[in-house]
């Protein structure tokens, strides 16, 4: 043996074993991929792997050589695998660094919509009075300054940034619900507020007039299309604001919860304003319509103090004729002179034969037993043309609030008897007094002439406009004065505002009605006090929002009262004794929500539920003592496809005690 061969195998390399064994070894890699293998290799790495053997190699033989030993495959790949973890850390950090950029940038756009949108709203408060008002100046610096701040909203949101993020799963949805908001507020700059400006500029409030029983409003005809336009934009935008997802950011929510708000409070004024400005030229005979026939209006004045659904029980009636925009009014007859029908002057539905008898469609007084007004309406025109052959043009509805509110602008009004109705007095003389010094007779004589007398003040001079103008809208808010149409377009046209009504058979527009009735036969709801509150309560299984309705109701009559008081306002023990209260009482459901539970004081007051026009209606009767309270408890839900709040109708509060 030579020197090489005595050496053990882990001391040396044999090259030609080595050569022998390569095709065995595993690793058959081509010379280009083994030359990127080793080049891509640390250097460092790959001397001290080889280092060992070539070094015991050179001292065991001089025939011996260097040679490096060849890394694994396996060696190869997780040299290739740290490599991609290295590249795909660098391009994680890389992408995390562009979304915080992102979010800083977006942040930043956000807060900048979020103030622009809460400037714009704080500077439409009022926008409704500077609309109408006669300030110009201050209605276009009012109207510029809104629109600026819309503007610079909707350029932020309409930018690709806020696209790019409406993407965004969960956050997604809240872009896109104040992107939706801000291009709805954006339309009303844009396109409906020229609109009302320049119907504002065509109706001068400084040339409206009532005086000598002649109205005079210009403007209003070169102000229906303008109008119109503003209306449609408006509505439209409404209703895409609220079709909008409540956003899971609650400051988002806020935001667009407030700018929803005004939205809403601008389509009512505006849907109002139009219905106005559309109806009065043909119902009042003004500018192009002055060749027109004569319109005749009935005016039926209601006493509160009988207390039906949409009012009072019928006091007296009077026709007003206008023509190019004067009024003359006919002497008011009492609800005496109007025969009872032997059969109802309408055809009545069930419903309505159930809830409200027979009576609703044969007896005067008792034509508003149906909280609907537009039936009401329908009802007493048919009665008038039956007795006297006069087809009206349409009916309105007044009662003592009315005329109050409104004589305390135009001043008071003197009677026959040497008294004054004025702002103060009014209710309280037509509702309580005049039934406790006068027989049956007289006062259907003194309620008809103070009707009368009242009216024909008002129309006569209107005061101050303005406050005239308001005195009138509270009447109308507060249920104090009700218009129907006979004719069908102008109908349509008031259908939707507060004048008109009518009971809200549309489940968008949730809507709970509480009505009383009279049953005591008396003139005792003077001295009934009610509250009705409504509370949201929570989302049903349904979906649908509960509201929790409170209603309270006092006899605030003394038992000492009802000792001395004149059996003409308490009743005369004739249904129930003297001093006590009996009311009937219709609680309407939401359109296409129902009555979930209720609970009266008393178990067996509560009568049961039916229907009328679609609505689920919960029927009561309940007999109050003098001086005693009484609490009912309704919770209802409104239609399980509408996230409008609740609104609540009730019949009219009288001032009393």
Known sequence: MNGASDQPEEFGVHPERDRQEEPQSG???????????????????????????????????????????????????????????????????VVIAALVVFAGVFVWSALQTKNELQQAVLSAQGLQQTIVGSDKSKREERVSAFSNHVSKAYKQTSSPLWQLASAVP???????????????????????LPQLLQAADNIDLNNVHVENGTIGISGLEASQQPLQIADDTIDKATRE???????????????????GTYCKKLDGMVHSLNSIVQVLPSMLGTESHTNDAPRNYLILAQTNAEARPS???????????????????????SDSEIQNADEPVVDLTAEERLLFTDKLGKDIRDVNFTPDFPRTGEIVSAMWARQY?????????????FLQNMLAVTGGVAMPDGSTLDGTNTAQTLLHDVYARMTPQETDEYF???????????MQNAGDFKSYVKAFSTSVEQGHVMLWSAHEDEQDLIADSAISGKLITEGAKPQVGVYISDETESKMDW?????????????????????????????????????????????AGNIVPKGQIKTALFIYAPANGRLVDWEFQNADDYKGVTLHNGLTVGVGDVT????????????????????EPLTLRQTPLIEGR
């Open 624 to 643: 109050l003592q003098p001086g005693e309270s009484y609490e009912i408890t309704v919770h209802v839900q409104s239609a399980p496809d509408t996230g």
């Open 389 to 401: 052959g006069v087809a009206v043009d349409g009916v309105i509805a007044i009662d003592p609030l």
């Open 448 to 458: 008809a002439v103070a009707a009368q007398a009242a009216f024909d003040h008002i």
């Open 527 to 571: 001295y009934l006090h009610r509250e009705v509150t409504t509370e949201f309560q929570k989302v049903a299984r349904n979906g649908a929002n509960q509201y929790t309705v409170h209603i309270k109701l006092q006899n605030t009559m003394t038992a000492e009262e009802a000792a001395s008081e004149a059996d003409y306002v308490t009743g």
């Open 170 to 192: 969960y956050v997604g949805d809240d872009i896109s619900a104040v992107r939706t908001t801000v291009a709805a507020m954006e339309n009303i700059s844009s396109q409906a």
């Open 27 to 93: 690793t058959d890699v081509t010379a280009s991929a083994d030359s990127d293998a080793t080049a891509s290799a640390d250097s460092d790495a790959t001397a001290s792997a080889d280092s060992d053997a070539t070094a015991s190699s050179s001292s065991a033989s001089p025939h011996s050589r260097r040679v490096r030993r060849r890394m694994s495959a396996e060696h190869i790949r997780q040299i290739k695998r740290k490599r991609r973890r290295r590249k795909i850390l660098i391009g994680v950090l």
């Open 311 to 333: 009012g009072g029980l019928t006091g007296s009636l009077g026709l007003a004729t206008v023509q190019s925009g004067h009024v003359s009014l006919q002497p008011f007859v």
């Open 241 to 259: 604001v609220e079709t909008v997802k409540t956003p899971h950011i609650a400051q988002i929510a806020d935001a667009l919860k407030t700018a």
